[in-house]
């Protein structure tokens, strides 16, 4: 049997991509085993553990950023890592090594270029942060999510496949979105999330904007674990037409269908965006973090080239409100980014990869 080991991580924009084209994987026959190696510091294990993926620990650590004494002990990590990495692909013997980027997935990548097993990587951002830079010159192939990233990556061993996002955004059009949800048809509804660990900068800015905006439209707020609280407490001090319009939770496991089912997003710009947006045809507006090399202003940067999104820096979010309403008071401009979002998608990048990585297997 053909076996596959997964990996990547530091942020859910690695780990998603993995699991849909798991998911892929597996629809193929004969479906190869699998196996995921990554850290297990941020929630990895239960992600991929619901994902019915078997889950071995390696650790990792990120290097930029780092002061001396941290960037040794980062160097540590790495090292054990890669020699934990090395024991358990010489154990599992794969056929190829699939990794979705991201500090996480270098000790696996650098053991399955020592072992000179196929490695195919995969850059989810439109430019490659430290881990992919290295890994590009390790990679038997790689792919990428959008054609902007080919100026950062070799061109003759690149495919450029699309982000590939969980079939739910395929499975529902707006209207039974909508109806899912119990949303009206004739409501107005805006999601608003700062990816899985939540954006206390995008969550102050909602939160001290509710009032203007809960006068114009519906929300759904995903904080993160930490933003909650202030969420609540902010809601419990809204009058009840206003509060019954506002709906916060730390994480959704519905996102796709609410994404498919609101009229404007409001987003940070971490890789997802340039797989989910697409595919849900949702006109955002999105806030770049400045973090990790600034790499979230080129995602946002390349939506916003294509008319399906707006680019608003962290330190214009005061401006926030005025955005939206010139949004809702402008329905063509709104179906224009729809549209513009929705040509863009890529179905079947999961398929593709998928099909990339039995290849390079073979």
Same mark, same amino acid.
């Given at each position: 049997?053909?076996?596959?080991?997964?990996?990547?991580?530091?942020?859910?924009?690695?780990?998603?991509?993995?699991?849909?084209?798991?998911?892929?994987?597996?629809?193929?026959?004969?479906?190869?085993?699998?196996?995921?190696?990554?850290?297990?510091?941020?929630?990895?294990?239960?992600?991929?553990?619901?994902?019915?993926?078997?889950?071995?620990?390696?650790?990792?650590?990120?290097?930029?950023?780092?002061?001396?004494?941290?960037?040794?002990?980062?160097?540590?990590?790495?090292?054990?890592?890669?020699?934990?990495?090395?024991?358990?692909?010489?154990?599992?013997?794969?056929?190829?090594?699939?990794?979705?980027?991201?500090?996480?997935?270098?000790?696996?990548?650098?053991?399955?270029?020592?072992?000179?097993?196929?490695?195919?990587?995969?850059?989810?951002?439109?430019?490659?942060?430290?881990?992919?830079?290295?890994?590009?010159?390790?990679?038997?192939?790689?792919?990428?999510?959008?054609?902007?990233?080919?100026?950062?990556?070799?061109?003759?061993?690149?495919?450029?496949?699309?982000?590939?996002?969980?079939?739910?955004?395929?499975?529902?059009?707006?209207?039974?979105?909508?109806?899912?949800?119990?949303?009206?048809?004739?409501?107005?509804?805006?999601?608003?999330?700062?990816?899985?660990?939540?954006?206390?900068?995008?969550?102050?800015?909602?939160?001290?904007?509710?009032?203007?905006?809960?006068?114009?439209?519906?929300?759904?707020?995903?904080?993160?674990?930490?933003?909650?609280? =202030?969420?609540? !407490? /902010?809601?419990? +001090?809204?009058?009840? %037409? @206003? $509060?019954?319009?506002?709906?916060? *939770?730390?994480?959704?496991?519905?996102?796709?269908?609410?994404?498919?089912?609101?009229?404007?997003?409001?987003?940070?710009?971490?890789?997802?965006?340039?797989?989910?947006?697409?595919?849900?045809?949702?006109?955002?507006?999105?806030?770049?973090?400045?973090?990790?090399?600034?790499?979230?202003?080129?995602?946002?940067?390349?939506?916003?080239?294509?008319?399906?999104?707006?680019?608003?820096?962290?330190?214009?979010?005061?401006?926030?409100?005025?955005?939206?309403?010139?949004?809702?008071?402008?329905? =063509?401009?709104? !179906? /224009?980014?729809? +549209?513009?979002?929705? %040509? @863009? $998608?890529?179905?079947?990048?999961? *398929?593709?990869?998928?099909?990339?990585?039995?290849?390079?297997?073979?």
């Amino acid at each position: 049997m053909t076996t596959i080991v997964l990996t990547g991580g530091g942020t859910g924009g690695h780990l998603f991509p993995a699991i849909a084209v798991a998911n892929a994987l597996r629809a193929l026959e004969p479906a190869p085993s699998l196996i995921f190696l990554g850290p297990e510091n941020r929630g990895e294990r239960t992600t991929i553990a619901a994902a019915q993926i078997p889950f071995e620990p390696i650790p990792a650590a990120p290097i930029r950023g780092r002061s001396p004494l941290g960037l040794l002990r980062s160097t540590t990590t790495l090292a054990r890592g890669t020699l934990l990495a090395l024991h358990r692909l010489h154990h599992h013997r794969p056929n190829a090594v699939f990794s979705t980027g991201g500090y996480g997935s270098f000790p696996v990548s650098l053991a399955a270029w020592l072992l000179r097993r196929p490695l195919v990587v995969f850059l989810p951002d439109v430019a490659p942060g430290l881990a992919v830079r290295v890994e590009k010159r390790l990679a038997t192939q790689l792919a990428t999510s959008t054609p902007a990233a080919l100026a950062h990556l070799p061109p003759a061993k690149t495919t450029v496949t699309g982000y590939p996002v969980r079939p739910e955004f395929f499975t529902h059009d707006r209207a039974t979105a909508r109806k899912a949800i119990g949303l009206p048809p004739s409501s107005t509804l805006i999601v608003i999330a700062g990816a899985s660990q939540g954006s206390r900068a995008l969550n102050q800015a909602v939160l001290q904007a509710l009032h203007p905006l809960l006068t114009r439209t519906s929300i759904i707020h995903i904080t993160g674990p930490a933003g909650l609280q =202030a969420a609540q !407490q /902010a809601r419990a +001090t809204l009058p009840p %037409t @206003l $509060a019954e319009r506002y709906h916060p *939770a730390p994480f959704r496991t519905d996102l796709p269908t609410i994404m498919l089912a609101a009229d404007l997003g409001i987003f940070r710009a971490g890789a997802s965006i340039l797989g989910e947006l697409p595919a849900a045809g949702l006109p955002a507006i999105l806030v770049p973090g400045t973090f990790a090399g600034a790499h979230q202003r080129d995602n946002a940067r390349w939506l916003a080239d294509q008319n399906a999104a707006i680019l608003l820096e962290e330190t214009q979010l005061h401006t926030l409100p005025d955005i939206v309403a010139q949004l809702l008071d402008n329905p =063509a401009k709104l !179906q /224009a980014m729809r +549209t513009a979002a929705h %040509t @863009l $998608a890529r179905p079947t990048a999961a *398929a593709e990869i998928a099909r990339l990585i039995i290849e390079v297997a073979k």
